[in-house]
């Protein structure tokens, strides 16, 4: 969302995953997730939504799995379904 000027190497086998989430309480909470996300190796992009109680993010699951993006928010207060 905000690494705009952080380029990341991107690959052609790239996954895109849709959570729902609970927990959120502001926009800033899901800016806070988008944020850790994104620094995390192999994530190119996230996109949570507030009002949907929703993200998505694309990520190449050569360098990350699933698991470790729900610890990510986990780790944050969040939760996952």
């Given at each position: 969302?905000?690494?705009?000027?952080?380029?990341?190497?991107?690959?052609?086998?790239?996954?895109?995953?849709?959570?729902?989430?609970?927990?959120?309480?502001?926009?800033?909470?899901?800016?806070?997730?988008?944020?850790t996300?994104?620094?995390?190796?192999?994530?190119v992009?996230?996109?949570?939504?507030?009002?949907?109680?929703?993200?998505?993010?694309?990520?190449?699951?050569?360098?990350?799995?699933t698991?470790?993006?729900?610890?990510?928010?986990?780790?944050?207060?969040?939760?996952?379904?």
């Open positions: 969302m905000f690494n705009f000027l952080k380029p990341k190497k991107t690959n052609k086998n790239l996954e895109t995953i849709t959570l729902k989430l609970s927990g959120l309480h502001c926009t800033s909470c899901a800016t806070n997730i988008d944020l996300l994104e620094d995390l190796p192999g994530v992009s996230s996109n949570t939504s507030y009002a949907k109680s929703e993200l998505k993010v694309s990520f190449d699951p050569s360098q990350i799995k698991d470790k993006i729900r610890s990510s928010i986990s780790k944050l207060g969040y939760t996952t379904a």
